[in-house]
């Protein structure tokens, strides 16, 4: 009987060896990565999604540049920060992946619709996404993504030759009656307008933070309940996928709202998150206010909120990638026990995203677990 027992916890050490795929949350140790490209980018076509994402003060520029091909000396500049960040992870001992270069500048069409151009293969993190052994390919609510998961097609016949699960949610026809035409600013305390409705199914990756068995999920302006009611069926009883209401006027993805980096502790944004008023099941996590953002903004053009900040990657339950001049956070953060590696980003975070976003952890060495 020992023996067999002995035999059975050998062959799941293997079995866990082998795993080519497998990330069940945001902290266990990072094996490989798959880290986003700067090349071949375009400034996203002007769309109401777009609009319902991005700052106020970025929308004429933008518009202006709707589509066109990213300037030189931002391509540049941004490869500069990511070549120190993928130093960084390959001397923590990381392998890290690439995405095809596939230029995203060239317009396409469906039947239903014509895109002036793509956008960018900067952001893995919102594709693509890996709940433990599988990866799925996300239904992008922004028409100019719609192509998007083919710079990651060889990485994902790699890794399903390997034995990874591989699938695919539904792909939205991403119909005008999905969009909400009319989608305006709201005023500070006035509720939330969406740029998506409910009559497909649409969801990015990056609203999901997971934590083993439990996922928590913020509705934005890229998923809708639809999309995220599909992912819950999907993924079945083995798991719990939790609402987290962001204050955010434009929310686009939970990971600058709530970041867990560790069993029982969350960065928030304190923006964005009200800790009183999350599911109750987090009620025994601690809630770790991110300080306020140093300003980084060096392009004319941002994309996201200043809430990057807290864009952080967890390359294990201490070690913690953050944005080289956000200082308060950095000290923040060694005060709470973690071990900060500061790393310049800020050139990056005009392709829309940080160390969270322009990373997809393939497999992270751990098991599935219940945190709560
Ligand atoms: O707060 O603007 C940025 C996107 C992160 N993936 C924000 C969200």
Redesign the pocket.
């Known amino acids: 009987m020992a023996t067999a027992e002995t035999e059975s916890t050998k062959q799941k050490e293997t079995k866990q060896k082998e795993l080519v795929v497998c990330s069940h949350n945001e902290w266990d140790p990072l094996e490989e990565v798959i880290v986003g490209r700067v090349s071949g980018g375009a400034v996203p076509p002007w769309h109401v999604t777009l609009q319902a994402?991005?700052p106020k003060e970025s929308w004429e520029l933008l518009k202006l540049l709707s589509g066109k091909p990213a300037p030189d000396a931002m391509v540049q500049a941004a490869q500069r920060d990511l070549d120190q960040f993928i130093h960084i992870l390959q001397s923590e001992g990381i392998t890290v992946r690439r995405p095809d270069p596939i230029p995203q500048t060239n317009p396409f069409s469906t039947p239903d619709w014509q895109a002036e151009s793509g956008y960018n293969v900067a952001?893995p993190?919102?594709g693509l996404l890996v709940v433990g052994e599988e990866i799925i390919e996300t239904p992008m609510a922004w028409r100019s993504r719609y192509f998007e998961v083919h710079a990651y097609r060889a990485l994902l016949h790699e890794y399903f030759q390997a034995g990874a699960q591989w699938t695919a949610a539904p792909k939205p026809q991403l119909a005008d009656s999905l969009y909400n035409e009319d989608w305006e600013l709201p005023e500070k305390g006035e509720p939330l307008q969406f740029a998506v409705n409910e009559s497909e199914c649409c969801f990015d990756a990056?609203d999901f933070a997971r934590c083993g068995r439990d996922l928590f999920v913020t509705r934005s302006n890229a998923t809708n309940q639809f999309g995220i009611e599909w992912l819950r069926r999907h993924l079945g009883e083995r798991y719990g996928v939790h609402e987290i209401k962001t204050q955010?006027r434009?929310?686009?993805?939970i990971?600058?709202?709530f970041v867990p980096l560790c069993p029982g502790k969350v960065l928030y944004s304190p923006d964005?998150l009200d800790p009183n008023n999350v599911p109750e099941i987090l009620k025994s996590w601690e809630f770790l206010p991110a300080p306020r953002p140093v300003n980084t903004m060096v392009q004319m053009i941002d994309?996201?909120?200043t809430?990057?900040s807290m864009?952080v990657l967890m390359l294990d339950e201490k070690r913690v990638v953050c944005e080289a001049s956000q200082e308060p956070l950095i000290e923040k953060l060694t005060e709470w026990g973690f071990e900060p590696i500061p790393c310049p980003y800020a050139n990056y975070y005009v392709y829309?995203?940080?160390f969270?976003?322009s990373t997809l952890d393939i497999r992270r060495r751990g098991s599935l677990q219940s945190y709560f």
């Open positions: 994402a991005t952001n993190r919102d990056a955010s434009q929310p686009m993805h990971d600058t709202t964005f994309l996201s909120s809430w990057l864009n829309g995203g940080a969270h976003c």
